[in-house]
């Protein structure tokens, strides 16, 4: 099994930024080194990042190769969007195959996409009344742990899956002839938010190289009442992986507000199983990453290196057996 790093937290001592609007210039030499030094075989990086490397062509593919020098290499890329979006779509369809060619001057092996859409509301929907909505330090961020979640496979009907299939399809084709591989996340405020979701995606885009990602934290943290239970959900969908976000979190529900908060904890803690969930995706003879979501706060090398030590010895015992 080969792990990716799909930091969340970007501490960089003086520098302190967000993992979620990459300035690619902050990736100092430090910072790669000690990822490297961790033991992961690569990284994750999103668009707002790459999208920045001046010099077209010749500057990603300077930036690859120093990555590269410095073991840290981009294995995946970030490039998601609600893609049937009537205001933003195309923009985001756009991106998503700009993402396959980035992915292939850099090495990059899968394009992961989160389906979710821009705000559509200054308010929350607490199954009660209605609330505003607070600031975000993550940029488009939707709230989660609600009693509703904007652009749910709930409100989405046939028809919008079907348009989505259609743009998946067009992505999968044009990644097909740079040879990369397409995955889907499962993700929080968007049409693929849980098992039968994914499943009724993947069946309509029906390409070898596209996959889903079984992100099961954004299943716990999409609604006040998670939907399905994370083991119920990774045995639906290990089969379809081709790509594998990994975090950890604990609930805490107030249910008189119909309201979950979250606790962000690492691969350790929280309330995901991830022995049994490893033995799921072994089962089902995963080939893909395990990209190692990290903490939002703390020491970042500290407690992602526990996820990841923890993570290799699981496979190990798996692999050796």
């Known amino acids: ?51 920045r490397i001046e010099g077209g062509e010749r500057g990603l593919k300077e930036f690859g190769k120093r990555l590269n020098d410095l073991g840290t290499p981009v294995l995946a890329i970030r490039a998601g969007g609600l893609m049937i979006d009537p205001e933003k779509g195309n923009e985001y369809l756009k991106r998503s195959k700009r993402a396959v060619i ?51 496979s709930r409100d989405t009907t046939m028809p919008e899956y079907e348009m989505l299939a259609e743009k998946f399809v067009e992505i999968s084709e044009f990644a097909e002839e740079h040879g990369l591989n397409v995955s889907c996340e499962v993700h929080q405020n968007s049409p693929v938010d849980n098992s039968w979701s994914a499943k009724l995606v993947n069946s309509l885009v029906n390409k070898d190289n596209f996959g889903i990602n079984p992100d099961l934290g954004n299943i716990i943290w999409n609604y006040d009442i998670q939907e399905e239970s994370c083991e119920d959900a990774i045995k639906e969908l290990a089969p379809i992986s081709n790509y594998w976000h990994c975090k950890n979190l604990t609930r805490i529900n107030f249910p008189e507000d119909n309201r979950t908060l979250f606790i962000r904890e690492n691969i350790v803690g929280g309330e995901i199983d991830y022995r049994f969930s490893v033995e799921a995706m072994h089962e089902a003879n995963y080939s893909g990453m395990m990209a190692i979501e990290g903490v939002f706060t703390g020491d970042q090398f500290y407690s992602d290196k526990l996820s990841l030590d923890y993570c290799k010895n699981l496979w190990l015992n798996l692999e050796g057996e």
């Open 102 to 152: 980035f992915a292939e001057i850099l090495g990059s092996e899968v394009v992961n996409g989160a389906i979710s859409g821009s705000s559509k509301s200054p308010y929350i929907d607490t199954g009660t009344r209605l609330i505003p909505k607070s600031g975000s330090a993550l940029i488009g961020a939707q709230p989660m742990g609600y009693f509703k979640s904007q652009d749910s």
């Open 1 to 51: 099994m080969r792990f990716c790093y799909a930091f969340r937290r970007f501490s960089d001592y003086p520098y302190l930024g967000n993992a979620f609007d990459m300035d690619p210039g902050k990736l100092t030499d430090k910072f790669l080194n000690r990822v490297n030094e961790m033991g992961f075989d690569g990284i994750e990086l999103g668009m707002e990042c790459l999208d």
